[in-house]
């Protein structure tokens, strides 16, 4: 039986489209920024307070905008899955920096995010909704 992680991830995106990706210390697989929902906390708080922690970026909760939910296995945590409350943030041009345990982020084009090794989460929802969702917007 596979055990579940519940997160809360932010799709975060710049003027120009590109989408905010990071890699955690210690792994090769590249996400949405976020993280665990503690208990007696909810998903927006959640990711308010793991967008400060891992990359300074203060997010007021008015600014996100509820995605849905979804689902694939964990990058970093054999047997089990995660089941992500996604939210939208656009952040402009606001400087973002990697701290805690975040060794590395990059901004991809959602279009085409080139050869980076993806957490299934971020390579097979997240990045195909958005490019779904932006098709059927007209851009």
Do not use: C, Y
Not at 36 to 52: D, G, M
Not at 60 to 66: G, P, S, Y
Request: glycine share 6%; proline share 6%; aromatic share 6%.
């Amino acid at each position: 039986m596979l055990k579940t992680i519940r997160i809360a991830a932010a799709l975060v995106l710049r003027e120009n489209g590109d989408a905010l990706l990071v890699r955690k210390r210690g792994t090769t697989a590249f996400m949405q920024p976020g993280g665990k929902i503690e208990p007696q906390e909810t998903s927006e708080k959640a990711l308010v307070r793991e967008l400060f922690e891992e990359l300074r970026l203060v997010a007021d909760i008015r600014e996100l905008a509820f995605l849905g939910q979804f689902q694939a296995p964990a990058a970093n945590e054999p047997e089990h899955v995660v089941i992500a409350d996604l939210f939208r943030l656009h952040v402009g041009d606001a400087a973002i920096i990697a701290t805690a345990e975040i060794e590395e982020i990059r901004w991809v084009s959602p279009v085409d995010p080139g050869d980076l090794p993806m957490a299934p989460l971020t390579e097979h929802h997240i990045l195909p909704f958005h490019r779904q969702q932006t098709a059927s917007a007209g851009g």
